[in-house]
């Protein structure tokens, strides 16, 4: 079990991730993307996190659950669920989990679900003017037609939910914010996916 140094050593290390991830845009680092595949059923999820600090994450929270998802509430802090559920779930066998968060939780989250065979599938941040994609080519098509709403992040919520299982072709892409959107003020936000990793 993770221990809560490491956990800590990981929220540290989190606060540094947006810096790294500008700084390989700069450079130029991008996953570039096919055709989609059809056909392929959604990822069961086990659990949809949402912030309570972040309305358009609690709008998101609220529309997974009227989907019928399992959500689960956090307040910043993604230890107690770790400890108390997501780390057992995981050790029974993988499982999928999505939601829409600050970087530290995502981060934490994705860090943790190596040692289990899980990856990051879909990724959006959701930035004061943009949001930057990158996972399924078919999922970046719907993500990319719901973000240009108002009402965005209740939408993520029904992207998430029809997640690709299996491989799937893998692409980027940038949307311009929609006039009208509650953006975050002092950090983006984060949607994403994290799933067993595909095998070749």
Do not use: N
């Not at 290390?13 to 989609?36: K, N, Y």
């Not at 956090?74 to 780390?87: A, N």
């Amino acid at each position: 079990m993770t221990s809560r140094r490491e956990l800590l050593q990981m929220g540290i290390a989190a606060s540094a991730w947006p810096l790294a991830t500008q700084a390989a845009r700069a450079a130029g680092f991008e996953v570039l993307g096919g055709a989609a595949t059809a056909s392929t059923p959604p990822l069961p999820l086990y659990k949809v996190v949402y912030d309570t600090r972040f309305a358009a994450s609690v709008a998101f929270g609220s529309r997974a659950a009227t989907l019928g998802a399992p959500v689960h509430a956090i307040q910043g802090d993604m230890t107690s669920l770790w400890f108390d559920d997501i780390y057992y779930r995981w050790k029974q066998g993988p499982v999928a989990i999505a939601g829409l968060t600050a970087q530290g939780p995502l981060f934490c989250f994705e860090r943790l679900a190596w040692d289990q065979g899980l990856r990051v599938v879909f990724r959006a941040e959701h930035g004061v003017t943009e949001h930057v994609l990158s996972g399924p080519e078919g999922l970046l098509a719907e993500a990319r037609s719901v973000l240009a709403s108002a009402d965005w992040a209740a939408e993520m919520a029904t992207v998430v939910t029809r997640c690709p299982s299996g491989r799937a072709e893998i692409g980027s892409a940038a949307v311009a914010c929609a006039r009208g959107s509650s953006m975050p003020s002092d950090e983006p936000l984060y949607s994403w996916v994290i799933a067993p990793a595909a095998r070749v």
